[in-house]
């Protein structure tokens, strides 16, 4: 069914007795052309394209829980793309635009929602970084504006400027950035990939790879053995232990990123702001509730949960920032594993295994990265060749030096 | 989380700083060659449950330790002195 006002006002009368499940629950088959491992935003997307672009429609995606269960609705929602380095830079660009007719184009509403982000600055030379940041993001055609403290207050009367820590001087405004409902991306993906003939096989645990000859020829599974030409991997957190079933290491360590949300409060904050020195961001959703978080725990983990010295260190920020937030209730919390790289950029490229695919290591910054990544991964499963967008996100940068460090953080996944 | 320093005894996480996995402590020989360099530097086994790693106790003793904690649980096994580690090692 195409879903249109027409389909909600006639289903309306009808008792919406007529809605249909909105994806298959298919038996897995015995083989396919390729095999996507994780059914969150990135496989699903990946699916997804490689059935529309590239015509590959013979594609399972295995997902061990159920759609939009795992880190897909574990994190913030936030869309971005203002970056510095060059790399990433074209790629965030190339995911703003793809999110800007995602809608349309899955014919689903994800609450896009380009409300503009906020980067406060907090000195003169943050200010002169924040003006090449905005110019970064207009040479790519996605807006970016630096903000006077006079026109600060004018936007954000709410914000305490009298912080002596950190004085706002100013801000980065990227009106092209904001958010979008985490699990209507999934769920639309998943929709769209469906339609096009993609199994989408959730409660399957993949528990390893047959490899013969250094090439991958199949998946175990908890549901049975599925033989594939090309497996694409994508299962966000989790990748080091994939990978490790598949019999090679990677440059990723999985750490714990922890968010918060009050309860739902009128509409106060019509942007994203992402206070940086105090390792701060918030934006309120569509229901009403704050949603911010900070930075990661800072340890290894695979917990799905923070500490409680996070907690702290983000509500100090936080009332720092907005003192007018201090009587709302926090409603809950929750912690998402992040696949941490080496120098805090993803890897989209072949591993030693052959016909064997990552995409992975988008530490915190996965979500945005859903169009892009699954467009850049589905090509170069398809081709073989990398995607114009992506030609630099290579496991290969490691060896060579090439990295994409944006932060300049050195070889510590949990500082970047 | 609450760390057990071998000097300090239990203290609040906060006074700790967490560096890696401790493979960090082994670092391959001059003459090792690229490889081995780029393996220790980057490629990590990230498992998903006993983990050993550096912890320095930054507010306490300023001793390295190096923890076996549980990554799915957060949940510690042992704690050592670095420097005794690297002793018993050579």
Known sequence: ?416 | MRIDCPNCGSRDRREFQYLGAAVLMDRPAPDAGEQAFVEYVYFRENPAGAHRELWLHEMGCRSWIVAERNMGTHEFASTRLAADVKRGAK
């Open chain 1, 1 to 416: 069914m195409r879903y249109s006002a027409w389909e909600v006002f006639r289903n309306g009368l009808t008792g919406n007795k007529a809605w249909k499940p909105v994806w298959r629950d298919p038996e897995p088959k015995q083989r396919y052309d390729v095999v996507i491992v994780g059914g969150g935003g990135h496989g699903l997307a990946t699916a997804y394209y490689l059935a529309r672009v590239h015509g590959i429609r013979n594609v399972a995606v295995l997902e061990r829980g159920y759609i939009g269960g795992g880190n897909s609705g574990r994190n913030t929602t936030i869309i971005r793309a203002n970056y510095m380095s060059t790399a990433n830079v074209k790629f965030y660009s190339h995911c703003i635009k793809l999110w800007e007719n995602l809608e349309q184009e899955l014919n689903y509403n994800v609450m896009f929602s380009q409300r503009g982000l906020v980067a406060l600055g907090h000195s003169d030379g943050q200010m002169e970084a924040m003006a090449r940041r905005a110019n970064f993001c207009q040479l790519e055609g996605d807006g970016g504006e630096v903000w006077s403290l006079e026109e600060c207050r004018r936007q954000m009367p709410y914000l305490n400027y009298d912080d002596p820590r950190f004085p706002i001087y100013g801000a980065h405004w990227h009106p092209n950035g904001g958010t979008a409902r985490h699990d209507a991306v999934v769920w639309g993906y998943a929709r769209g990939a469906d339609r096009l003939g993609v199994d989408i096989i959730q409660n399957c645990a993949v528990q390893g790879f047959r490899i013969e000859a250094g090439k991958v020829v199949g998946v175990e599974t908890s549901r049975g053995f599925i033989g594939t030409t090309k497996v694409g991997m994508a299962v966000a957190g989790r990748s080091g232990e994939v990978a490790a079933m598949a019999g090679f290491r990677l440059p990723i360590e999985s750490h714990v990123l922890q968010a918060f949300v009050t309860e739902g409060l009128k509409p106060v904050l019509p942007t994203v702001i992402g206070f940086g020195m105090g390792h701060f961001y918030i934006s309120q959703s569509d229901k009403g509730g704050l949603v911010f978080g900070g930075d990661l725990d800072g340890y290894n983990s695979y917990a799905q949960r923070g500490n409680l010295p996070m907690m702290e260190h983000v509500a100090e920020a936080g009332m720092a920032l907005m003192p007018m937030i201090g009587k709302s209730k926090l409603l809950r919390s929750w912690g998402g594993i992040n696949d941490m790289t080496m120098d805090g950029s993803p890897i989209i490229d072949r591993s030693p295994v052959e016909n064997f695919f990552i995409n992975t290591g988008w530490c915190y910054g996965g979500f945005k990265a859903i169009t892009g990544g699954g467009d850049a991964f589905a090509h170069l499963i398809a081709t073989g060749n990398y995607h114009p967008a992506a030609d630099k996100f290579t496991l290969k940068r490691f060896e060579t030096g090439e990295l994409i460090d944006e932060t300049g953080a050195g070889p510590r996944p949990g500082r970047h």
